[in-house]
Each structure stands twice: as C-alpha cells, then as structure tokens.
C-alpha cells in the first residue's frame, strides 16, 4: 500500500480549501458535531424536563409523539426535507450548513430527552418530595436538587449521542457540505488508484476524534462523585 497519497493530501483532508476557501475536512466535521453537540444536549435537556414535569396528559402524549417521530425517520431524510421542503414549503432558503446543525441536534435532541428523563427518574422520589417540603416550587427542586444529582449520571448517555453525532456529519455530504467523507471522495476521484489508503486514513481520523471524545468523558466521569441511594426500609 502507498500512503504518500495520504500525506500529500492531508493538510486538504484536515482542513479542506481554507485558508484560501472555505474551511472543509476534518475541520469542518469537528466544528459541525460540536455545534450539533452542543445544541442536541441543550434541547435535549429542556425536552427531558418538560416529560418529567409535564402533568397535563394531552401535552405529555403530544411531547412523546413528536420525540418518537424523530426518532423513526433517518437522519438522512430530515436533511432532505429542511434543505429542500422549508423552501418550497414556507419560502425558507436554509443555508447547508444550518441544514446539518438542525437536522442532527433535533434527532440527537430527540435521543437525549429520553436519557434525562431517564436520569430524573432514576432518582428516589424523596428527594424531590424533601425539596417541595422546604417550600421550593417544582422548578425551584428541578434545578437545585434533581438536577446536580442526576447530571452526572446522564453523561454516559451524551457522550454516546456525540461520538454518533460525529459519524452523522458524513450525511451532510448529500447537500455538497465539504466534511471529512466529502473531501476524501474528491481526492479519491482526483488520484482514482488509491481508494484503500484514502478512506483507511479516514477511518483513522474518525476514530481518533471518536475516541478523544470517549476519553475526554472517562476523565470527566472519574471526577464525579459516587453517589448510592438507599431508598428507607418500610416499617
């Protein structure tokens, strides 16, 4: 196998055209899965919640349904519909860019509401009990008492959606968005004898933003402290 193909094209597969174009690559990957990340766990977090707090029936089953259509369509289709239906539908010309960030943070959104509805409940009921006795309202215990405790334990779960979110941004090829996979078929159909070596070190650079994330957690895990509840005997 050659890799000199490899190492004359990495600066473009690690960056794309910038600084002479627009940022592309593996840069461009990161930078998409970070803002999806991000926004992903902020939705996910509010929509996580609003199931635990939601005590009107008609509002909860609407919540349920909207999170499991997400769910069900492949992430694929949801970027087709905002980047092709929002215009010919509402008049709404969504930049590709955008087209990915929305497209991956309402499934991974989707994903993570249940893990913290999850993490919530996990929770021994007392505590949010004790809160309301000591006068705090619901969201007042929600945001002092649940949440610290059940944080932690959600991670986990986040940090699976964000390394899957890192995978996805290789969707985003289908709207001639310039991540990682997107460049590397252009070098690949430019040099046209070296498809092994080419996606090989694609594989290699996908792995390795993976796995630095699946580190960066650990650390971050072994950091919280351990907490074991003990619900009280009865009688």
């Avoid at 990161?30 to 939705?43: E, I, K, P, V």
């Avoid at 289709?77 to 092709?84: D, H, Q, R």
């Avoid at 993976?210 to 950091?223: F, Q, T, Y």
Wanted: hydrophobic fraction near 60%; charged fraction near 10%.
């Amino acid at each position: 196998m050659n890799f000199s193909v490899v190492w004359d094209n990495l600066p473009y597969l690690l960056l794309g055209a910038w600084p002479d174009g627009p940022l592309g690559g593996a840069a461009l990957t990161l930078a998409l899965s970070l803002a999806s990340g991000a926004a992903s766990a902020l939705l996910g977090l509010a929509l996580g919640i609003a199931l635990a707090m939601l005590r009107q029936r008609a509002l909860r089953a609407a919540l349920l349904g909207a999170l499991a259509f997400l769910r069900a369509i492949p992430v694929l289709m949801l970027i087709f519909w905002v980047y092709f239906l929002l215009p010919i539908a509402f008049g709404l010309d969504v930049p590709e860019l955008l087209t990915v960030v929305l497209a991956l943070s309402l499934v991974g959104g989707a994903y993570l509401a249940h893990s913290v509805y999850a993490g919530i409940s996990s929770l021994p009921p007392g505590q949010m009990q004790a809160a309301l006795a000591l006068g705090m309202t619901r969201w007042q215990a929600m945001r002092r008492v649940v949440l610290p405790q059940a944080l932690p334990m959600m991670l986990p779960s986040f940090v699976n959606q964000w390394i899957a979110l890192i995978k996805d941004t290789s969707l985003a090829y289908v709207i001639g968005v310039g991540e990682l996979s997107f460049v590397a078929t252009q070098v690949n159909n430019r040099v046209m004898v070296y498809p092994a070596e080419i996606f090989l070190a694609v594989a290699v650079l996908y792995y390795l933003m993976c796995a630095s994330l699946d580190v960066a957690s650990g650390w971050l895990l072994k950091r919280q402290p351990v907490r074991a509840w003990h619900e009280p005997q009865a009688g």
